[in-house]
């Protein structure tokens, strides 16, 4: 294994351990929504930077660009972002440096205050990315 994809999974790894894990089992009922626009926290634990992200209400596919202020590097950086009110289920759409693009659904924004984006790398190094929203209760 070369030291730069050695280095590549071993950053995966490393992504995937301190990951808080797969997607809510807690979702929010399809019914409840964000009363006004809040600050949520995107985190970016993967090895490549972020370079556009946007929000859409689950499943719709009508995504709304949000402003990142310029990419969020990779390793285990962090922005704030603002939610618009709307759905508690949001699907949220990531450009990775390299071209890649990873879709997130139906992250709970009314439960949590921020979304750890990690990946992984396959044995037949693709990358996959997955993200996680934090439990803790917030006023909505």
Known sequence: MSAVRFATVASAVVAAMVSFGGMSA????????LSRARIFTLVNATSD????VALAPASSGEFVAVP????????LTSTAIRISSGP????????FQGGRR????????????????TSSVNADSTVTYSGKADERQVSR
């Open 102 to 117: 990873a879709t997130l659904a139906n992250v709970d924004v009314c439960q949590g205050s921020g979304l750890r984006v």
């Open 49 to 52: 930077s972020m370079l556009a």
């Open 68 to 75: 990142l202020g310029g990419p969020l590097q990779g390793g």
């Open 26 to 33: 807690h979702a929010a009922e399809p019914s409840q929504a």
């Open 88 to 95: 508690c289920l949001r699907d949220v759409l990531v450009d």
